[in-house]
Structures are given as structure tokens and as C-alpha cells.
């Protein structure tokens, strides 16, 4: 499920080490306190002491954040937190209490001016808060961004390991779906139980698709996508100095492919042959050598086709195409080996220690494997 805790290394040189957080923080710094501070002004309006006020910090906000989130995703209303956050513009105007034709903030009624300038004006400073909104709500998404990029992301090539397994599996099931005695693929015939029969006792019917589901956190859909490459095929760094329009055109954008209910999809086309392997059997025809698996593969991420690395413009990719893009992908990528954690174990004690000590020896002599980096690239 959680595959990041079962590497230790991960935990303890990536997962919130300052060197992976630093780009997010350098860019949250430009805005976010601002915004806390704002927010804590708004809400400590008319407060006598200051016990009494609010100090929110950079944390609060991104709670608050999530908070939001989460209510558009799950309840499709941003009444709550979502305004509750806007409060903190600086184009913000009040407390947002306002009705009856009074401002609660400066008892001021309205005079009923049919000139229509107020109403132009209110109508401005809606266009000015929602802008602002716009432009924080990008900001907070690019800072996500920023902490998942190196985090489980391209950002500290290390990640890539997480990802090995599923990479493994991955090559595995698509062989298997490829060489089944299904639809009239290359493989080999399985053994009739009953040879004289005119039917064969095989499990299935021609034409049955099946599938092999696997369910995981949303930083499985990270770290697998990390190992795939498939968020730095241009290999630009995401960083806290880009300008606008490179956020904008930036590949790695979780909002897209790592949403609420994140998936992912390996569709597998077998060809068809006109004599199916049962046919031959019945025909009494020698079974053909088996040749390496055939097909076609395509990606659906959260159920829209993607063009997976190294298979050119086309969704549609050569099984054997793509194997060799995994299998380069995969040298020297070791999960079990490069997860070990780097802290020693503790050194043996004097007394009945022979085989503590034995393992400290063994620990000592021990090959390290060839692993990737857990520097950050930026």
C-alpha cells in the first residue's frame, strides 16, 4: 500500500530532510506568510488583548488549504474553508458579513444612488478579489507541487527505486496476458487431460478479457510514475525561480494525474491468428515454438490515454518496444538492496555477543549495491 515505509533509506535520507524541502519553502516564502499574516488580521478584528488574537502560521494555511480541498472534491461547495481562506486577500473587503443594505463594518447604509457607481465599483473589486484568488489558489497548487517533485517525485533520483517492484510486476503481467492460451496468441498449447475428447477441458473461452488490479496510496501513483519517467520525458527541473509561464507549461502537475481517486491503466491488444492453439490441437497439428510475446500496450492515466516514453506520438506502443524502454529503465535499479537502511546496527556487547558480533562483521563486509542519488537535482 504505502510502499515508502518499507525503505528505510528513503525515510531517513529523502522524507523531510531540509535539502528536498528547500524549493518548496523558497518558493512559499514568497506569498505565504503574507497571507497568514492577513488572515490573522482579518480574524483578530475587534479583539481587546492579545491573547486574544490570532497568529496562524505558514501551516495553518496549508491546513486550511487541504481543508478547502477537500470540501470541493467531496461536498462540491467552497462555502466554508475555500472562504474562509479568501478572507486573507488583500483585495478582501470586510469580513464578508455584510446584507440588508449595511456594512457591518462601518454601519454605513446604502443610499439607494440609482447612478449605478456603486454597483460598478463592488462589481471591480469582485473582479480584483476573484483574480487574486485565482492567482493564490495557483500558487498553492504550484507549492504542492514543488514538495512532491522531490518528495516522490523525478526531484531526488533515488525515488526512482520505490517504483521497482511495480515495474517488475508490471513486465510480468504483461507477459503472462501476451502468452495465454486464450485468443489464438504464439504460446504453447496446454496439455489436454482428456486427448480423445472432441472438446478440451480449458478454463476459459475464447475472447474472456480479465484484468489484475493492484491499490495503493496516491504516492504509489507518484513514485511508479517517477520510475516510468513519465512526468520528465523534457528533463526540466521544477524549481522556486521559474516564471509564470514555465509553472504554467510545467509537466509535473499532480493536480492532473494524482487527484482524489488517482489511477492508472495498462491496456494489452493480443493479435489474433486465424488458427487458434485449440485448433491446432484438434487438427493434431505439433504445437509452433513459442516466440517472444506480441502485442500492443497502451496508458490511461485517470482514464485518459497517455503517450508512454520512448514509443514516439502514438498511444498505441509495441510490447517489445516498450519492454526495452522498462528494462533500461530498470538496470540498476535494486529495491531490496538500495531500501537497507544506512544506520549501522549498534556494536556488539562483550558478554555471550559472538553472533551479534559475527553479524557486525558480516555488516562490514557487505557489497553496496549501485543506487541512485538522494540529492535533489535542483
Known amino acids: 500500500m504505502a510502499v515508502k515505509y518499507a525503505c528505510p533509506r528513503w525515510l531517513e535520507s529523502v522524507d523531510g530532510q531540509p535539502a528536498v524541502e528547500r524549493q518548496n519553502k523558497e518558493y512559499e516564502a514568497k506569498f505565504l506568510p503574507a497571507l497568514a499574516q492577513r488572515l490573522s488580521a482579518v480574524l483578530s478584528a475587534g479583539a481587546k488583548t492579545p491573547a486574544a488574537q490570532f497568529n496562524l502560521t505558514v501551516k495553518d494555511i496549508g491546513v486550511i488549504q487541504n481543508m478547502c480541498s477537500f470540501e470541493v472534491a467531496m461536498h462540491n461547495t467552497d462555502k466554508t474553508w475555500c472562504r474562509f481562506l479568501g478572507l486573507g486577500l488583500s483585495s478582501s473587503k470586510g469580513d464578508g458579513h455584510e446584507k440588508d443594505g449595511k456594512d457591518d463594518k462601518d454601519g454605513e447604509e446604502d443610499d439607494g444612488d440609482d447612478n449605478g457607481e456603486d454597483d460598478d465599483n463592488d ?13 493564490v489558489f495557483l500558487k498553492l497548487e504550484v507549492a504542492d507541487d514543488l514538495d512532491d517533485y522531490y518528495t516522490y517525485g523525478p526531484g531526488v533520483p533515488f525515488n526512482r527505486h520505490l517504483g521497482c517492484k511495480l515495474g ?69 527541473p521544477l524549481t522556486a525561480n521559474m516564471t509564470p ?35 491446432r490441437r484438434r487438427q493434431g497439428a505439433p504445437a509452433a515454438t513459442p ?27 509495441e510490447w517489445s518496444t516498450f519492454k526495452k524502454v522498462l528494462q533500461l529503465t530498470s538496470s540498476g535499479c535494486d529495491f531490496d538492496g538500495c ?20 553479524f557486525l562483521a558480516a555488516f562490514e563486509k557487505r557489497a553496496e549495491p549501485v543506487c541512485l542519488s538522494v540529492e535533489p537535482v535542483a
Open 339 to 358: 531500501c537497507t537502511s544506512l544506520t549501522k546496527p549498534a556494536s556488539a556487547s562483550a558478554p555471550g555477543s559472538e553472533a551479534k558480533a559475527a
Open 245 to 279: 509561464e514555465q509553472y504554467a507549461n510545467r509537466e509535473f502537475r499532480t493536480s492532473s494525474f494524482s487527484p482524489f481517486s488517482a489511477n492508472m491503466a495498462f491496456e494489452i491488444y493480443r493479435p489474433t491468428t486465424a488458427t487458434s492453439p485449440k485448433m
Open 168 to 236: 517488475t510486476s508490471l513486465v510480468e503481467t504483461v507477459e503472462m496476458a501476451l502468452t495465454e492460451d486464450k485468443t489464438g496468441g504464439a504460446s504453447a498449447p496446454k496439455k489436454d487431460k482428456n486427448p480423445g475428447a472432441l472438446d478440451d477441458d480449458d478454463d476459459e473461452e475464447l475472447g474472456v478479457s480479465r484484468a489484475v488490479l493492484k491499490f495503493g496510496h496516491s504516492e504509489t501513483i507518484l513514485l511508479f510514475s517517477t520510475f516510468l519517467g513519465l512526468y520528465n520525458q523534457k528533463g526540466v
Open 123 to 135: 462589481e471591480d473589486d469582485d473582479d480584483d478579489k476573484n483574480d487574486e484568488a485565482k492567482d
Open 291 to 317: 516466440a517472444a510475446p506480441q502485442g500492443l500496450i497502451r496508458l490511461l492515466v485517470n482514464e485518459v490515454p497517455m503517450v508512454l516514453p520512448g514509443c514516439g506520438s502514438s498511444y498505441f506502443c
